[in-house]
């Protein structure tokens, strides 16, 4: 590393249509949270992970500031221990019948996901009914790039299986109980889906718009708005942003 740069992979994973897009979006976003310090800084995304490196007198305490904000992946898979609290991003969703992957940033020697096994997801996400992966990933809005927070169960050699943290699992379960479909909105920032939602006349269909990671953001449905027409509608103004709907099961009291 050249002399008096610092380093930390954050938890965040930026997802490829924004990498495709150019440094612009990332570097903004990283521009509000050095403001008033004293540093040099760039960033760099390996295998999607975002990396910020600083030099200078508030170097140390711009990248702890990012820690505390984003979390930090672990890069290296000897740090992973059983029963670790990590954050990660569902990854490939759908793709194996026998639970979904997430990728928790392990990155050296190899790139690596974790499983989160369908006897697991059954037991948290579907009150232990048997559901297929995709039918619990399409009612939950689990979709790639989607963050949750895990632990770490199994180890056995390169093979590292989680499941949901208690924190996460609360989320789900709060959700649950409440009479508003969501609509989740991945590899966009917050203004401009507040921007979106503006422009489509929507501010009284969307009630709060709630923030997941730095780039994914979660649209709260009012009563009696469907998501599924809410994504109709805002879908012209986020062109090729990937959006899902969480549909509530929860009928509203007359």
């Given at each position: 590393m050249a002399?008096?740069?610092?380093?930390?992979t954050l938890g965040e994973k930026i997802p490829e249509r924004v990498l495709r897009q150019g440094p612009k979006l990332v570097w903004s976003l990283l521009s509000r949270e050095a403001r008033g310090l004293r540093t040099d800084w760039e960033f760099s995304a390996p295998q999607q992970w975002l990396q910020v490196r600083a030099r200078g007198d508030d170097a140390d305490a711009f990248l702890n500031l990012l820690v505390k904000k984003f979390g930090e992946a672990p890069v290296q898979?000897?740090?992973?221990?059983?029963?670790?609290l990590?954050?990660?991003?569902?990854t490939g969703s759908g793709r194996v019948g026998?639970?979904?992957?997430?990728?928790?940033?392990?990155?050296?020697?190899?790139?690596?996901?974790?499983?989160?096994?369908?006897?697991?997801?059954?037991?948290?996400?579907?009150?232990?009914?048997?559901?297929?992966?995709?039918?619990i990933l399409l009612e939950n809005a689990l979709a790639d790039y989607f963050p949750i927070r895990t632990v770490v169960t199994e180890i056995?050699?390169?093979?590292?299986?989680?499941?949901?943290?208690?924190?996460?699992r609360e989320q789900f379960l709060w959700w649950k109980q409440l009479p508003f479909d969501r609509v989740i909105a991945i590899g966009v920032a917050r203004d401009e889906v507040e921007k979106a939602v503006r422009s489509a006349r929507l501010g009284f269909d969307v009630i709060k718009i709630e923030s997941l990671s730095l780039l994914v953001q979660c649209l709260?449905?009012?009563?009696?708005?469907d998501a599924p027409g809410v994504i109709a509608k805002i879908g012209n103004n986020l062109k090729g942003v990937a959006l899902a709907a969480y549909r509530s099961q929860v009928k509203p009291l007359e």
């Open positions: 002399e008096g740069w610092r380093s930390a898979h000897s740090k992973v221990e059983r029963w670790d990590c954050r990660g991003f569902i026998f639970g979904v992957y997430v990728d928790l940033g392990i990155l050296e020697p190899v790139r690596k996901d974790a499983l989160y096994p369908l006897h697991r997801m059954r037991a948290q996400l579907s009150d232990g009914v048997a559901k297929s992966s995709r039918e056995q050699g390169e093979k590292v299986s989680v499941e949901l943290a208690d924190e996460t709260v449905c009012k009563m009696d708005t």
